[in-house]
């Protein structure tokens, strides 16, 4: 079974910063792919960030490179998503994803493979 639960979303101000977080469980979170993806109103789901099994390697979306920073705690099953200089355009759900490939990378990140948890809002004010 797998379990992700996002929070941390929330309202804050264009150039602002927040931190998702997104609990995962079994001992077998070390081994997968971790990260992010967001939906805008009236857009399809985006990849945004990821990092490969062991934290060594990360990847971003152009539009929030840069700016965002994934980072995840294996003895905690614990993936965040540090988001700084927050633009209008970052307003969206956001859902923690993992992937199903054993110690995946990032290419393991992708709309049809994931697991996925319920989201949470960050909307960003202009």
């Known amino acids: 079974q797998v379990q992700l639960v996002e929070s941390g979303g929330g309202l804050v101000q264009t150039g602002g910063s927040l931190r998702l977080s997104c609990a995962g469980s079994?001992?077998?979170?070390?081994?997968?792919?971790m990260g992010w993806f967001r939906q805008a109103p009236g857009k399809e789901r985006e990849f945004v960030a990821g990092?490969?099994?062991?934290?060594?390697?990360?990847d971003f979306a152009d539009s929030v490179k840069g700016r965002f920073t994934i980072s995840r705690d294996n003895a905690k099953n614990m993936v965040f998503l540090r988001m700084n200089s927050l633009k209008s355009e970052d307003t969206a759900v956001y859902y923690c994803?993992?992937?199903?490939?054993?110690?995946?990378?990032?290419?393991?990140?992708?709309?049809?493979?994931?697991?996925w948890g319920q989201g949470t809002q960050v909307t960003v004010s202009s």
């Open positions: 994803a993992r992937g199903r490939t054993f110690r995946g990378g990032t290419n393991d990140l992708f709309q049809g493979n994931n697991y």
């Open positions: 079994g001992r077998s979170f070390s081994a997968f792919a």
């Open positions: 990092i490969n099994w062991s934290g060594g390697a990360t």
